[in-house]
């Protein structure tokens, strides 16, 4: 399981109706709990990838058994004998901060996991306590993190920010079980589009380059579509609209805009793309404009 390299930068956690990945804290039960038989009951209705938070070291073989990944929670981010025994299962980790942890703590504590030979670790931010009612997200301390590790947020209170966390250099977002289906596919389709455009990461195989190339082309669809949207305003906004309403002089500065952008594919190759992405749009606008009502 690779928490870091995903078709999208969203993760649902669950479990919920049809989560991307189920998170279940052991901590929570306060060691009331057998740790097997509680996975064991998890596995029976989900086989998805599975990530669990143990309430002691103790927890460890068996979320080896029914686990993908492990969870320290802030918490006890700084339990370094728990960090060390959680990195020697060799399973991934997410490890999140602490509410008022400092950068340096953070990635201390993701040292630890290092140095026990785990590189397989990810960050995940789920805010810092304040006057406000929910835990405030520090983008910042994202930014920088990003700098040395992957980092997931936790955008389950705020999902307004899924950009700006994406913006600051998150890998991905955590909503929780119970957002509403309309937040989770407007979060998506907003990370989907952001997330092609900010991930500089290098392929280093075939499937990841195709993985990546299709982030790209959904991005490229969004992006079309709301092209054609705003092109089909302004011919309707036009005198004369439709293909006799083309102007060859605002086509040749969206082509030099664009060759500022993209000087490698040149303003030949930029200036067909365009001149089939305009044509395409007038026509989608003329087939809706014509089709009945």
Known sequence: MDLHDRDTP????????????????????????????????????????????????LDLPAIVTHADGVVVGGAWMQDFQLLR?????????????????????WLSAAEYCVAEGNQDVVLCETGTRTHLP?????????????RHRPVLVDVSAAPDLAVAALSAGACGLL????????????VRAKAALLGALTCDDVPETIPGARAAIDRVDA????????????????????????????????????????????????????GRIMTAVIETGLEASEERDLSPA
């Not at 060859?248 to 303003?267: D, F, K, Q, T, W």
């Open 219 to 270: 991005a490229l669809a969004t992006l079309l579509e709301r092209r054609a949207e705003l092109a089909a305003t302004v011919q309707r906004l036009k005198p004369v609209g439709g293909f006799a309403g083309r102007d060859p002089r605002r086509e040749r500065e969206i082509v030099e805009a664009m060759v500022s952008r993209a000087p490698r594919l040149g303003a030949d190759r930029l």
């Open 85 to 105: 025994a959680v990195a020697r299962t060799g399973r991934p980790v997410v490890v999140q901060r602490a509410p008022a942890a400092t950068l340096e703590e």
């Open 134 to 146: 929910h835990a405030t997200i520090d983008l910042s301390l994202v930014r920088a993190a990003g």
């Open 175 to 186: 909503l929780g079980e119970d957002a509403e289906s309309a937040v989770v596919a407007g």
């Open 10 to 57: 969203v993760m649902i956690a669950g479990p919920a109706a049809d989560p991307d990945v189920a998170v279940v804290s052991l901590r929570r039960l306060h060691g009331r709990a057998n740790a097997a038989a509680e996975l064991t009951r998890v596995r029976r209705s989900y086989h998805g990838p599975l990530l669990v938070e143990p309430f002691s070291a």
